[in-house]
């Protein structure tokens, strides 16, 4: 069952502009994942954040964790053209497998 | 090489066909998996091997029938399907499956389509 929720739901900016999304979800975690997919294609892995760490980056990358709120952000700085996908936030479901949130809708405007 | 690659990229099937996806890493992954995806939809697991055994099915109907030959190919053998079964079906890795966390290596997919 789906744990994590992206929200917005859709995000449409231009070029040179920061991205933010962001995921909440409902049970505890030892973990959460961020996920890109472009239109149609597999997905990549961008990052992952322990339950321990309330930070990371990863060159324009920038996640949060707050467990107290059950929530995490994924910022993208100077956005790109190619930045243009769909972001999902992955927390464990059943027997730690990643389970996928709706997904956030990202179109950046040259 | 942390590529997994799916074959075939597209496929078109009737409703009494046979055909099966391939897909295969060469990472040392000893975790594989299968997830369906609808347009604008997260992905849903459908199985998981471990050790190629078979460690979870998410209630998939038996029109799926999943297989892994050995640590580095997995298929997925489908009968019978459905229209509603049109999908793309992702193939993924991990190191391991289970409490600490890995990240998933997943394959471009596999776009099908039943007639």
């Known amino acids: 069952s789906q744990q994590g929720e992206e929200d917005p739901q859709a995000l449409s900016i231009q070029e040179g502009e920061n991205a933010t999304m962001n995921c909440s979800y409902k049970?505890?975690?030892?973990?959460l994942q961020w996920y890109r997919q472009n239109s149609g294609r597999g997905l990549v892995h961008l990052i992952l954040?322990?339950?321990?760490?309330r930070e990371k980056h990863s060159g324009r990358l920038r996640v949060t964790l707050d467990t107290s709120k059950k929530s995490s952000s994924l910022l993208i700085t100077a956005s790109r053209a190619a930045d243009t996908a769909s972001y999902f936030c992955?927390?464990?479901?059943?027997?730690?497998?990643?389970?996928f949130g709706r997904g956030t809708s990202l179109i950046v405007h040259p | 090489d942390t590529e997994v690659t799916q074959t075939p990229k597209h496929l078109v099937m009737g409703m009494t066909n046979k055909k099966s996806l391939k897909c295969e890493q060469h990472?040392?992954?000893?975790?594989m998996y299968w997830y369906k995806q609808k347009a604008k939809k997260p992905p849903e697991l459908m199985f998981v091997y471990s050790y190629e055994k078979l460690s979870i099915n998410e209630s998939v109907p038996s029109r799926f029938s999943p297989e892994c030959p050995n640590s580095s190919l997995l298929n997925l053998h489908l009968h019978a399907l459905q229209p509603e079964d049109s999908a793309l079906y992702l193939c993924?890795?991990?190191?391991?499956?289970?409490?600490?966390?890995?990240?998933?290596?997943f394959g471009p997919g596999t776009r099908l389509t039943v007639t």
């Open positions: 993924a890795s991990s190191q391991r499956e289970g409490l600490a966390a890995y990240e998933q290596y």
């Open positions: 049970t505890s975690i030892n973990n």
């Open positions: 990472m040392g992954h000893r975790a």
């Open positions: 954040i322990r339950s321990n760490e």
């Open positions: 992955a927390t464990p479901g059943g027997s730690y497998i990643p389970t």
